[in-house]
């Protein structure tokens, strides 16, 4: 393939972003969608069938075409991504006719512990030439795996500039020609960057090999104890908009642009229809101020290129840096916000999947419980990749601490439990309860705090609606 079609305007979609595709209906040309965020830990290994044809329903793929964009396997690690890990991306992108997959040029594991453990959040490599060949031949096998094209997303690095690395414009543009690959160029990531005291956007366009750029990301931001995140909390700032429109012109083989938001965010900023319309008008009309030309760079064959044989600098490096984020002891403020964006992921998995749970225990021993039981089950766990087995450790810790002061709160942990065994195996255990489960988890998705007596034995068989 030496050609990628123009997909237009579109929105990346995730569980929870439903309004966001309501909202945009007619305007929205494209989905991306975040796969891992549809499975839980090893779902999907031999049969990703059930996952995937999630993903067709909720984003309405019958009508609009779909990219996949991985948010789990990153390319720029010394722990390279596993062999399941590609093969259920290429499953799901053959099932949604992806035209290309991208992923980060990040890492999410380390050697921790003496054993390879998740690092809780995307960190940047070390910038060096020794570094960006280990990328390079890490795409190369990526795409091989995958049979389609592949881009690399240009990522956010809140440290300050280390002794010696490449500018980040210098280092992409070096993974990209030696993978010979794509380019997602993530404006809010860069401009993050820049505001960050890294290389200034007119310097990094300058380094980047902008022909190869197929694709730009656009989302809203926030200020964190002086830091700019890439947090995904709103819609495009007028300024970065401003920036688009001067980039756009200069990007030859683009071929969507696409807008990206956290669920929470769209729901607690209360952003409605009217307003993600009019953003996304404004995201059409950069998009036709684009200039194309066929066929596109580095969509082309793969080249074979071997891994560089001693990365064990590296390696203690990308250690180093977990280390620094997970346990703290740094003084660069870019660290320190990492480490809480951690805390705050490794959050954000488990309401996703123990909602109620949190509610009771919340309602009814206190707020400071729950911050008990986090900081518990952080001190004992590492991170984990996916909701199901963060949920998990967050469960055990809150039934040793909580369960016998906490009523029902076993029964409801349980419950939640048993949603994630129906969707990871298709069947699920009979939940049992001491009082009224309806009465109960009823009370729960009001918010209410259960006042229930045990009066009886009943059991709840959950079961696909």
């Not at 992409?172 to 401009?191: F, K, M, P, Q, T």
């Not at 984020?325 to 490794?346: F, Q, T, W």
Request: net charge negative; with cysteine.
């Amino acid at each position: 393939m030496d050609d990628l079609p123009e997909l237009g305007v579109g929105v990346i979609y995730a569980p929870g972003l439903e309004a966001l595709l309501e909202a945009g209906d007619e305007l929205i040309d494209v989905v991306e969608i975040e796969p891992q965020s549809f499975w839980f830990d090893g779902a999907g290994l031999g049969d990703i069938a059930a996952p995937a044809q999630r993903i067709i329903d909720a984003a309405g793929l019958a009508t609009r075409p779909a990219l996949v964009h991985g948010v789990g396997a990153p390319i720029g690690g010394t722990v390279t991504p596993a062999d399941a890990d590609m093969a259920n991306l290429a499953a799901v992108a053959d099932q949604l006719g992806s035209a290309w997959v991208s992923e980060h040029l990040s890492f999410n594991h380390a050697r921790l512990g003496g054993q390879v453990a998740a690092t809780g959040l995307m960190l940047p490599p070390a910038q060096t030439e020794l570094s960006a060949r280990l990328a390079a031949a890490t795409i190369t096998t990526y795409r091989r795996r995958l049979g389609r094209p592949f881009a690399f997303e240009t990522g956010v690095t809140y440290r300050q500039p280390q002794a010696g690395e490449l500018s980040d414009g210098g280092w992409w543009r070096r993974v990209a020609e030696s993978a010979d690959c794509g380019i997602v160029l993530d404006l809010h990531n860069v401009w993050c960057n820049a505001r960050n005291g890294r290389q200034s956007l007119d310097e990094l366009l300058d380094e980047l090999p902008l022909e190869r750029v197929w694709e730009v990301h656009l989302a809203g931001g926030e200020r964190v104890d002086g830091i700019w995140l890439d947090a995904h909390s709103g819609l495009v700032d007028d300024d970065l908009l401003a920036i688009a429109a001067r980039v756009v012109p200069r990007l030859p083989s683009l071929r969507a642009i696409v807008f990206e938001i956290v669920p929470e965010y769209l729901l607690e900023r209360g952003i409605g229809t009217a307003e993600v319309r009019s953003m996304l008008g404004d995201l059409h009309r950069l998009w036709d101020r684009r200039r194309t030309r066929t066929p596109v760079a580095g969509a082309g064959p793969a080249p074979r290129l071997e891994p560089p044989a001693d990365v064990e600098a590296l390696a203690r490096e990308e250690t180093q840096l977990a280390q620094l984020v997970l346990e703290g002891g740094s003084d660069d403020p870019g660290v320190k916000v990492m480490g809480r964006l951690v805390e705050a992921i490794r959050r954000g998995l488990t309401v996703t999947v123990l909602p109620l749970s949190l509610r009771l225990l919340r309602l009814d021993a206190g707020p400071s419980a729950v911050e008990e039981t986090f900081a518990e089950c952080w001190r004992r766990h590492p991170p984990e990749l996916y909701a199901d087995a963060e949920s998990a450790h967050f469960a055990a810790v809150a039934r040793e601490l909580h369960a016998g002061s906490v009523p029902h709160l076993d029964e409801v942990l349980d419950y939640e439990l048993a949603l994630v065994a129906l969707i990871r195996n298709g069947t699920a255990p009979v939940v049992s309860f001491t009082c009224d489960p309806l009465v109960l988890l009823g009370a729960l998705g009001r918010g209410e705090r259960p006042d229930i007596a045990s009066d009886g034995c009943f059991e709840l068989s959950v079961v696909a609606g």
